[in-house]
């Protein structure tokens, strides 16, 4: 089974600043890579695949990078309802599962 | 626009099965998606339960293999969890989701892009 892991587990960020989340795999997932954001009673909400396209709608400030084994999720200025947690999961194809990684929360400082 | 829509019973008893029941709206179920179950207990993060495609084909998260089976009814556009011998760590939000797909220069890739709203299932006597 592939491990994601994500760092840092709490990031606190001022409104208007950039946040840069981690996600480390245990083996090379290649560019199988997708971020979620979740708030508080809500679904997870795709925001990243293929570890840089965005979704449909989500705005040019989510930013995804990285390949392999390691990779970054960068929201360049904060706005209030990006306060979530975010989860980033890889798709591994043979055989198929899906693994995600513990989450980090990103709080307002 | 697809919508997922998760039901059953909010309540199981310890040893007993759960099951759950996802509604496809918006889109059919037997196109070029897999369809999967994801939990996440109280607090905590993401788990993958299992997929199931059209065909009938399923994968299943090997943690939770022996206890999981997952079908799908093309007829009602849905497909269905179970989830035998549940004990309170089973106790969790239960979501459905579609796996979208891309391809690229590396292959395809798979990631999970409508959900459902969640129902969360307790686990308790």
């Known amino acids: 089974e592939i491990v994601m892991t994500q760092s840092p587990a709490t990031l606190s960020v001022s409104p208007g600043e950039r946040a840069t989340l981690s996600c480390r795999a245990s083996?090379?997932?290649?560019?199988?890579l997708a971020w979620y954001q979740q708030k508080p009673g809500q679904a997870p909400r795709l925001l990243i695949y293929?570890?840089?396209t965005r979704a449909t709608g989500i705005p040019a400030r989510f930013s995804g990078s990285g390949s392999g084994t390691e990779f970054t999720l960068t929201i360049s200025s904060l706005q209030s309802e990006d306060f979530a947690v975010y989860y980033c999961?890889?798709?591994?194809?043979?055989?198929?599962?899906?693994?995600f990684g513990q989450g980090t929360k990103l709080e307002i400082k | 626009q697809v919508q997922l829509q998760e039901s059953g019973p909010g309540l199981v008893k310890p040893s007993g099965t759960l099951s759950l029941t996802c509604a496809v709206s918006g889109g059919s179920i037997s196109s070029s998606n897999w369809w999967s179950w994801v939990r996440q207990p109280p607090g905590k993060g993401l788990e993958w339960i299992g997929e199931i495609y059209h065909s009938g084909s399923t994968n299943y998260n090997p943690s939770l293999k022996s206890r999981v089976t997952i079908s799908v009814d093309k007829s009602k556009n849905q497909f269905s969890l179970k989830l035998s011998s549940v004990t309170a760590a089973d106790t969790a939000v239960y979501y459905c989701a579609r796996a979208g797909w891309a391809s690229s220069q590396f292959g395809v890739t798979n990631y999970f892009d409508y959900w459902g709203q969640g129902t969360l299932v307790t686990v308790s006597s």
């Open positions: 083996q090379s997932v290649s560019s199988n």
């Open positions: 293929g570890a840089s």
């Open positions: 999961q890889q798709y591994n194809n043979w055989p198929r599962e899906y693994t």
